[in-house]
C-alpha cells in the first residue's frame, strides 16, 4: 500500500470536527474543482474525477470522536481507502486523512502527486470550513 497523509490543527473542539466529517454530504466542499456529478447521502458518495473515474464510496467504520473510515462503494480503478484520525489537544482538534491505496509502479507514478495533491486539499479545505 501506497500511504498519503496530511493533518490540520483547528481551533474546533473534537465533537464538531467528527460531526462535519462523518456525514459524506458535508465532504463535497472538501473536494477539488476537477470533481464533479456529485450526489451523497451521510454513508455514500458519488462522483466524477474529471479526465479519470466515477468513484462510489461508502464509510465503512466509524469510532465516535476518533475515526471514519471511507472505502469504496463498488469496484473502483484502484484499491483505496481514506481515514479520517482525530485527535483532540487541549481546545484543539487535529484531524489527519491517510489515504492508502493499491498502486504498481507505473500508477504510482502517475498518482502520486495527485493522491499528495488530494490529502492536502482536503485538509486545507477542512479547515476553510471549520475557521
Known sequence: MTVFESKVLLNKPVAEVYAFLEDLNNHEGLMPENIYNWSSTKDEARFTIQNMAKLALKVES??????????????????????????????????????????????????????????????????????
Open 62 to 131: 466509524r469510532i465516535e470522536n476518533a475515526e471514519i473510515l471511507i472505502v469504496p462503494a463498488e469496484a473502483a480503478p484502484i484499491a483505496l481507502n481514506l481515514k479520517w484520525t482525530l485527535n483532540e489537544t487541549g481546545d484543539q482538534t487535529e484531524a489527519k486523512l491517510t489515504i492508502s491505496a493499491e498502486l504498481n509502479m507505473m500508477m504510482k507514478m502517475l498518482a502520486s502527486g495527485p493522491l499528495q495533491k488530494l490529502t492536502d486539499y482536503q485538509t486545507s479545505a477542512l479547515a476553510s470550513k471549520l475557521s
